[in-house]
């Protein structure tokens, strides 16, 4: 009943495809897909090629065809204002005077309700002479080489 003769053997499960490794299966599966996708893509502009003399547009066939003119009318829409808030707004960074390096000095008020004060004056000038000796420096050549 058995055979164990090769010739009556069972093919292998799978085909050739089983004896293909890993790499080779993903390999001929990319091929595949990129083959039939490009069959398809062909056939498609093939078929839309050989369609398109009968999908060009035509004149239209004149019919008679009652038209009504409307004329619109204007309306007057009031315009809108925008509520601007009331009070000061703060100034940004970039509209704020730039400060300049003068530390700040306490500047006098001025008060214009009391009599002035009496100005008062002293002057004091003393004058200090100090020499000191300068040292003088002669240049000195070299020599070319």
């Known amino acids: 009943m058995y055979n164990d003769d090769p010739e009556w053997a069972a093919p292998p499960t799978g085909g050739w495809w089983a004896s293909l490794s890993a790499g080779q299966q993903l390999g001929y599966g990319c091929f595949a897909i990129v083959m ?13 090629w050989l369609a398109r003399p009968a999908l060009t ?5 004149p019919t008679m065809m009652a038209r009504s003119t409307v004329v619109p ?11 601007v808030p009331g009070g000061t707004l703060v100034a940004t960074p970039t509209q704020m005077s ?3 390096r003068v530390p700040p000095s306490l500047t006098p008020t001025v008060d214009l309700t009391n009599p002035a004060p009496a100005i008062t004056t002293t002057v004091t000038l003393t004058a ?16 070319r080489p």
């Open 36 to 48: 039939i996708g490009a069959f398809v893509m062909y056939c498609a502009g093939t078929i839309s």
């Open 57 to 61: 547009q035509r004149e239209p066939t």
């Open 73 to 83: 009318t204007l309306t007057l829409v009031p315009p809108t204002f925008i509520k």
């Open 98 to 100: 730039i400060p300049t």
């Open 128 to 143: 200090t002479v100090t020499r000191t000796p300068t040292r003088r420096t002669t240049p000195t050549l070299m020599p």
